[in-house]
């Protein structure tokens, strides 16, 4: 099996863990009791799980990267974007060695398997599913994943690139699945929240914090009173009051946000041709995101 450079481990160690460390809207915690669930992949029963390893078929070698991980599954990235889900036990032996020679061995628990983190895995087949027999990382990158995990130098180099890359996407908008809209409204000419638009938009900040990797795009609305200009400026107004509530009052991190849009009296949920109309499109619409490519990870 041919290995990562060192070079290469070191670049998507940093590039993996930039889209994925802690606080980012990639982010998965060791702590995660959801599955990771890949289309096409079962997920296996757990008595499928509790067999003795050394007595299962032998499976591949995967070396990749750690790209998510749950509380008893990995997803490995490799060098040519291949994605491959492995499960975990407690039977799972997981070491680290140092030096050129791989000396030095050191056992480790779960906790060690971090996100960005590179590993070679030995697998068994279990059912459908694969199964670690062993993973193998080196302890100077676990150092280096530790480092960012845990927020020093490289972490603020992180969250800096994790806000660009969120920021670059909102133009690709049709690769996210939109997991609820919230709907906060406004008075004519106004961009002053109402007590219920604030509670509702902490309520929708909490519902997306319990969803893996989800993000928040908010898109402000005018009803037809006035010229483009003023409507245009108007929803841009509404959009930001909105987001800085959200940031401000609710705890959402602004890394965790896509760029917020006004959109002016585009997509009308009503007829402008009457009151009650017009009164539900002055709105700013709060959308919860997750990327279908990481959807139910």
């Known amino acids: 099996m041919n290995s990562l ?16 460390a802690p606080g980012s809207a990639f982010a998965q915690s060791a702590d995660d009791r959801s599955d990771i669930i890949v289309t096409g992949q079962q997920e296996a029963e757990a008595a499928s799980l509790a067999v003795n390893l050394s007595e299962a078929p032998e499976g591949p070698e995967v070396e990749g990267i750690i790209s998510a991980r749950s509380a008893d599954r990995l997803q490995i990235t490799a060098d040519d974007g291949t994605r ?18 791989g000396l030095g061995r050191k056992a480790l628990g779960s906790e060690a398997l971090l996100n960005g983190l590179p590993v070679s895995v030995d697998t068994v087949q279990v059912g459908s599913e694969l199964v670690a027999s062993k993973i193998n990382l080196r302890n100077s990158d676990l150092k280096t994943a530790n480092m960012i995990h845990n927020g020093t130098a490289q972490g603020f180099a992180e969250q800096t690139a994790a806000t660009e890359a969120l920021r670059s996407r909102v133009s690709d908008i049709d690769q996210y699945n939109v997991k609820g809209t919230t709907n906060v409204h406004f008075d004519t000419g106004k961009a002053v929240l109402s007590a219920r638009g604030k509670a509702d938009l902490c309520a929708t900040a909490a519902a997306a914090e319990e969803m893996n990797n989800a993000l928040l795009l908010v898109v402000g609305y005018t ?14 107004k509404r959009a930001s009051r909105v987001v800085n509530y959200i940031q401000q009052n609710c705890g959402w991190k602004p890394y ?20 009650s109309g017009k009164a539900q499109n002055r709105r700013v619409a709060v959308n919860i995101l997750v990327s279908k490519g990481l959807d139910g990870l």
Do not use: H
């Not at 037809?224 to 400026?233: A, C, I, P």
């Open 256 to 275: 965790r946000m896509l760029t917020p849009t006004g959109m002016s009296e585009a997509d009308p949920l009503d007829s402008n041709d009457t009151a």
């Open 5 to 20: 450079s060192r070079n290469s481990k070191a670049s998507i160690l940093l590039a993996t863990v930039a889209l994925l």
């Open 84 to 101: 491959t889900v492995i499960a975990f036990t407690d039977a799972t032996e997981i070491k680290a060695t140092k030096g050129l020679l």
């Open 223 to 236: 009803d037809s009173t006035g010229d483009y200009e003023y409507n245009q400026q108007l929803s841009e």
